[in-house]
């Protein structure tokens, strides 16, 4: 697909940090076109990326994209070995522009169950970017919210950490996504019609707003994008507490 041109949000408009996004729908796109799934795949593959540069060019610091989850293994051989391959491809493909624009790229997930190909790709590209500050993408690979609790867990245990030394502030260290500037999603966006979170990032869903798209990931376009941050700009987010934000003036539709 090609470049798309860069969004401009208006004046005053609000962005989240840390947006994350379910990329749903990419096999019932092709089958509603009488393509092969696989070319759904790759369709939403090209159009997961041209959505991180767009979040980039709107200054969304934080971009998590779920590929894979831990409930996922149960497609068929031949589909997993091809997200395997699409997943290689991606770091390969933009690896250096990841580098241009001061991105780090962070897997999120257990890295024990995939192919050993990957496993080498996913830490060269972590190591490679690691020192990038600008931005940070997550990409969640055979992920699940619950694995992401019980390896942290584990993890405290095997650390012989005492019970009453066990805070939120720790358990936070020992998470995927610890270390980050933003580990919190402030936007959820889920393509395909789908209303359920399915289980990414539940520790870090908490506050999390909620904004369901109709159309399948391939459709899902930066234009969409822009009136999901718009969306997402005029809500009001209290946290538990009391309504302090002032409401937005420019119009949102």
């Not at 990419?26 to 939403?44: D, E, F, M, P, V």
């Not at 359920?196 to 506050?207: A, F, P």
Request: charged share 30%; net charge positive.
């Amino acid at each position: 697909m090609p470049r798309e041109n860069k969004i401009i949000l208006p004046k005053g408009t609000k962005i989240p940090n840390h947006l994350a996004i379910i990329p749903d729908g990419n096999r019932r796109w092709a089958r509603a076109r009488g393509l092969h799934t696989l070319q759904g795949h790759k369709a939403g593959f090209d159009r997961a990326i041209e959505l991180g540069r767009a979040a980039r060019d709107m200054g969304i610091h934080t971009v998590t994209l779920w590929g894979f989850s831990t409930e996922n293994w149960d497609r068929s051989p031949s589909e997993i070995k091809y997200l395997m391959k699409l997943y290689e491809k991606l770091i390969n493909d933009h690896l250096k522009e990841a580098m241009e624009r001061k991105v780090k790229i962070v897997h999120l997930g257990r890295k024990d169950r995939l192919p050993n190909f990957l496993v080498k790709k996913i830490l060269y590209a972590e190591d490679k970017t690691k020192d990038n500050d600008k931005y940070v993408m997550n990409i969640a690979i055979d992920y699940g919210g619950h694995d992401d609790i019980i390896r942290a867990t584990q993890k405290i245990i095997a650390a012989n950490i005492k019970p009453d030394k066990v805070t939120k502030k720790l358990f936070e260290k020992y998470l995927d996504t610890h270390n980050q500037p933003y580990p919190y999603v402030d936007l959820l966006i889920r393509t395909s019609g789908e209303q359920r979170t399915s289980g990414l990032l539940l520790w870090q869903m908490e506050y999390a707003e909620m904004y369901w798209e109709n159309v399948h990931l391939p459709d899902f376009d930066s234009n969409r994008l822009k009136r999901a941050i718009l969306d997402y700009s005029r809500r009001r987010r209290r946290f538990g507490g009391n309504d302090v934000e002032k409401h937005l003036s420019f119009k949102t539709v």
